[in-house]
């Protein structure tokens, strides 16, 4: 017996014909984006359908005085949980077997946090941007949604229940109230925190919300139209299904990966949704009966297997496929085709035999509780497993100096034990004093002078730090050194971060920087950074670049260093290691090439050059060319030097393969 029969909520066949669309977009996006951009949002049209389809059967139980909200949460764990259970740990083994140690060791903490309904808060803090290649390559990525939705799950019966207690009368007023507080933060933080924006249920809760609305209200809606002639209620079914589906599907070709979302573009395909679910209630349209034919209700019965199988079998298709120098379409194209596969099995085998069996049942309690201790304990240990790969048997050892210039108050002290980085030399840091800033950063007195080259910037700064040094003492020259780690700008706009624990703190970084800049009067300031983490717009980039010109240009001669490419392969991924397990020791090395953010770094530093016709003391040092091989992708190592510490920084050995770079930028800079 279905949730829906065993809470004596009519079956409507359309409704899984709107799973079999949203499912058929998200397939189709995640084999390839370039075809559907927008198909992502198809998971925008589970969560308004779900939000119908919980309070319709909250509020059946409500009203004939039957809800257990135990029994709610136990049908909840039976029907989704022992699927997921198979899901991740038939991921954990394919991951321990096929793929790079430190992948799995992700996954593994990864599977941890989807256990605990929390998968969306792992994927936002250390995966980030949905289109980031973390996320892109991370199998578990997915399940960001099944964490949201499992969240909503978890208070909304509560306030359900209040709601229909103390202020039954006002029940849709409330409700409409959330979804407006919802959508305004979502459509706020679209533009100011994306990626929260993206991945948390404060931003997400309004679609539930809407759904919601229409289950509360649905009686209304049917009266109303029903209250029509015949032939205006036929055309009223008609427009709205239509209109409800063209929402819908040209939402799949107008949001891409550039669109701020979910923000006010999201109510598109909500919104349709919620048309075509409307239209399906009040009678029966063309449309209504295309999602109510078999292959469509078939496809949106299995939907929820589909979308837990179908992504991690991909990555694992492109991976293989991209290490035997095969496309990586095609091996997403047949991950998707066995990850659909399995699903259907396992719906056949896990899914169904729980779904329609009644809830309490001891011995599956039992062996649910068990499949989770399972997959718990097995995720802890691959989490946790000690590394057996060593990359270092292809490349010699790099040195990663970055902490050694670093002025913030903590230089990140576990970079070196980190799986990304475990494998490079870091030189002993003397014992630091707390914030070097306060007291004149890191200054090399290699002349007679104060600083006459100051550094400023952030961990792309620190990078180049040591080589900068170097120079400065063959030269005799005195060098300031003014940067910090953990995303802090060359601009003066620091924001709160692991060095600086308040706004507050950060203004007065930025204060003590101009300060010693004002006092050392240098003669060169070297402005160094992720740029393409700097500003959303180029647009908005050049502003705040000129502002910086506008008032360093004056004080001394400035030059900005262009950002070397990132690689695309993801931050979260140990390189050396990668690139061992690509060869299996002796193949040929993979060509590499820059992220999706490339054209964004190229049209930052073509507006830092144009800005040199406004200000004569500034010149572009273009640290970037040089890693550029001629046919675009990128030359990360020579021989056995390995030139890159991460996606986006260099080791010392990467920053000293351009010293001739920087030796010629800083001796004109200074002879000017």
């Given at each position: 017996?279905?949730?829906?029969?065993?809470?004596?909520?009519?079956?409507?066949?359309?409704?899984d014909?709107?799973?079999?669309?949203?499912?058929?977009?998200?397939?189709?996006?995640?084999?390839?984006?370039?075809?559907?951009?927008?198909?992502?949002?198809?998971?925008?049209?589970?969560?308004?359908?779900?939000?119908?389809?919980?309070?319709?059967?909250l509020?059946?139980?409500?009203?004939?005085?039957?809800?257990?909200?135990?029994?709610?949460?136990?049908?909840?764990?039976?029907?989704?949980?022992?699927?997921?259970?198979?899901?991740?740990?038939?991921?954990?083994?394919?991951?321990?077997?096929?793929?790079?140690?430190?992948?799995?060791?992700?996954?593994g903490?990864?599977?941890?946090?989807?256990?605990?309904?929390?998968?969306?808060?792992?994927?936002?803090?250390?995966?980030?941007?949905?289109?980031?290649?973390?996320?892109?390559?991370?199998?578990?990525?997915?399940?960001?949604?099944?964490?949201?939705?499992?969240?909503?799950?978890?208070?909304?019966?509560?306030?359900?229940?209040?709601?229909?207690?103390?202020?039954?009368?006002?029940?849709?007023?409330?409700?409409?109230?959330?979804?407006?507080?919802?959508?305004?933060?979502?459509?706020?933080?679209?533009?100011?925190?994306?990626?929260?924006?993206?991945?948390?249920?404060?931003?997400?809760?309004w679609?539930?919300?809407l759904?919601?609305?229409?289950?509360?209200?649905?009686?209304?809606?049917?009266?109303?139209?029903?209250?029509?002639?015949?032939?205006?209620?036929?055309?009223?079914?008609e427009?709205?299904?239509?209109?409800?589906?063209?929402?819908?599907?040209?939402?799949?070709?107008?949001?891409?990966?550039?669109?701020?979302?979910?923000?006010?573009?999201?109510?598109?395909?909500?919104?349709?949704?919620?048309?075509?679910?409307?239209?399906?209630?009040a009678?029966?349209?063309?449309?209504?009966?295309?999602?109510?034919?078999?292959?469509?209700?078939?496809?949106?019965?299995?939907?929820?297997?589909?979308?837990?199988?179908?992504?991690?079998?991909?990555?694992?298709?492109?991976?293989?496929?991209?290490?035997?120098?095969?496309?990586?379409?095609?091996?997403?194209?047949?991950?998707?085709?066995?990850?659909?596969?399995?699903?259907?099995?396992?719906?056949?085998?896990?899914?169904?035999?729980?779904?329609?069996?009644?809830?309490?049942?001891?011995?599956?309690?039992s062996?649910?509780?068990?499949?989770?201790?399972?997959?718990?304990?097995?995720?802890?240990?691959i989490?946790?497993a000690?590394?057996?790969?060593?990359?270092?048997?292809?490349?010699?050892?790099?040195?990663?100096?970055?902490?050694?210039?670093?002025?913030?108050?903590?230089?990140?002290?576990?970079?070196?034990?980190?799986?990304?980085?475990?494998?490079?030399?870091?030189?002993?840091?003397?014992?630091?004093?707390?914030?070097?800033?306060?007291?004149?950063?890191?200054?090399?007195?290699?002349?007679?002078?104060?600083?006459?080259?100051?550094?400023l910037?952030?961990?792309?700064?620190l990078?180049?730090?040591?080589v900068?040094?170097?120079?400065?003492?063959?030269?005799?020259?005195?060098?300031?050194?003014?940067?910090?780690?953990?995303?802090?700008?060359?601009?003066?706009?620091t924001?709160?971060?692991?060095?600086?624990?308040?706004?507050?703190?950060?203004?007065?970084?930025?204060?003590?920087?101009?300060?010693?800049?004002?006092?050392?009067?240098?003669?060169?300031?070297?402005?160094?950074?992720?740029?393409?983490?700097?500003?959303?717009?180029?647009?908005i980039?050049?502003?705040?670049?000129?502002?910086?010109?506008?008032?360093?240009?004056?004080?001394?001669?400035v030059?900005?260093?262009?950002?070397?490419?990132?690689?695309?392969?993801?931050?979260?991924?140990?390189?050396?290691?990668?690139?061992?397990?690509?060869?299996?020791?002796?193949?040929?090395?993979?060509?590499?090439?820059?992220?999706?953010?490339?054209?964004?770094?190229?049209?930052?530093?073509?507006?830092?050059?144009?800005?040199?016709?406004?200000?004569?003391?500034?010149?572009?040092?273009?640290?970037?060319?040089?890693?550029?091989?001629?046919?675009?992708?990128?030359?990360?190592?020579?021989?056995?030097?390995?030139?890159?510490?991460?996606?986006?920084?260099?080791?010392?050995?990467?920053s000293?393969?351009?010293?001739?770079?920087?030796?010629?930028?800083?001796?004109?800079?200074?002879?000017?």
């Open positions: 017996m279905s949730l829906l029969e065993r809470t004596k909520i009519p079956y409507i066949a359309p409704l014909g709107i799973r079999a669309v949203a499912i058929l977009a998200v397939l189709v996006f995640h084999v390839s984006p370039e075809f559907l951009t927008g198909g992502f949002v198809g998971v925008d049209i589970f969560f308004a359908l779900s939000g119908y389809l919980i309070t319709s059967v509020m059946s139980d409500l009203d004939n005085g039957r809800l257990s909200l135990i029994k709610f949460y136990q049908r909840r764990i039976q029907r989704l949980l022992p699927s997921i259970i198979v899901m991740l740990l038939a991921v954990l083994l394919l991951w321990v077997q096929f793929m790079p140690q430190s992948d799995a060791r992700a996954t903490v990864h599977a941890l946090w989807s256990l605990c309904n929390l998968s969306n808060v792992y994927v936002w803090k250390d995966l980030g941007n949905y289109w980031a290649p973390s996320a892109v390559w991370a199998p578990l990525t997915h399940t960001w949604s099944l964490g949201i939705e499992e969240q909503f799950y978890l208070f909304f019966p509560f306030l359900m229940t209040v709601l229909v207690r103390y202020q039954r009368h006002r029940l849709s007023l409330w409700l409409a109230t959330f979804t407006l507080a919802s959508f305004a933060a979502s459509w706020y933080g679209s533009n100011h925190h994306p990626a929260a924006a993206f991945y948390l249920l404060p931003t997400r809760c679609e539930f919300f759904g919601s609305l229409l289950s509360i209200n649905q009686n209304r809606f049917v009266a109303t139209l029903q209250s029509f002639k015949t032939g205006t209620q036929t055309l009223a079914h427009f709205l299904s239509a209109l409800g589906l063209g929402m819908v599907i040209l939402s799949f070709y107008i949001i891409n990966e550039k669109t701020p979302f979910p923000g006010w573009i999201s109510l598109v395909p909500v919104s349709g949704t919620i048309l075509i679910i409307a239209s399906a209630l009678g029966r349209s063309k449309i209504s009966r295309f999602l109510a034919c078999p292959p469509m209700v078939a496809t949106g019965r299995l939907s929820y297997s589909f979308y837990l199988w179908h992504w991690p079998f991909i990555i694992l298709g492109k991976a293989l496929a991209d290490k035997n120098e095969l496309p990586q379409l095609a091996g997403a194209f047949a991950g998707c085709i066995l990850g659909l596969i399995l699903a259907w099995v396992a719906h056949i085998v896990v899914e169904q035999p729980l779904r329609h069996r009644s809830t309490g049942n001891k011995w599956r309690i062996l649910t509780a068990a499949g989770f201790s399972a997959a718990a304990l097995c995720a802890c240990l989490a946790l000690q590394r057996t790969t060593e990359p270092r048997s292809l490349f010699d050892i790099s040195t990663f100096s970055i902490k050694l210039y670093d002025t913030g108050r903590d230089p990140e002290a576990g970079l070196a034990t980190s799986d990304l980085l475990y494998d490079l030399h870091f030189p002993d840091v003397p014992q630091p004093d707390q914030d070097l800033w306060r007291n004149g950063g890191i200054q090399h007195l290699h002349g007679d002078t104060p600083p006459k080259v100051v550094v910037g952030s961990s792309h700064a990078m180049y730090s040591k900068i040094d170097a120079i400065c003492h063959d030269h005799r020259v005195s060098v300031g050194f003014l940067g910090a780690g953990l995303g802090s700008p060359a601009f003066f706009e924001p709160v971060n692991g060095h600086f624990a308040t706004l507050d703190i950060a203004r007065e970084f930025d204060r003590a920087r101009r300060k010693w800049i004002s006092l050392w009067k240098p003669t060169t300031i070297i402005a160094i950074d992720r740029w393409d983490t700097r500003a959303k717009t180029p647009q980039f050049e502003s705040k670049l000129r502002q910086f010109l506008q008032e360093l240009c004056p004080l001394a001669n030059i900005i260093v262009a950002q070397v490419p990132v690689l695309d392969v993801g931050h979260h991924r140990n390189l050396r290691e990668f690139i061992h397990w690509h060869t299996d020791g002796y193949k040929k090395f993979p060509l590499l090439s820059a992220d999706i953010h490339d054209e964004t770094r190229r049209k930052y530093i073509k507006l830092a050059e144009s800005a040199k016709d406004d200000f004569d003391s500034l010149s572009i040092l273009r640290a970037d060319l040089p890693f550029y091989h001629n046919d675009g992708s990128i030359k990360y190592y020579s021989g056995r030097t390995f030139f890159y510490a991460d996606d986006n920084h260099l080791t010392d050995e990467g000293e393969s351009i010293r001739y770079l920087f030796e010629k930028a800083i001796l004109e800079s200074l002879t000017q």
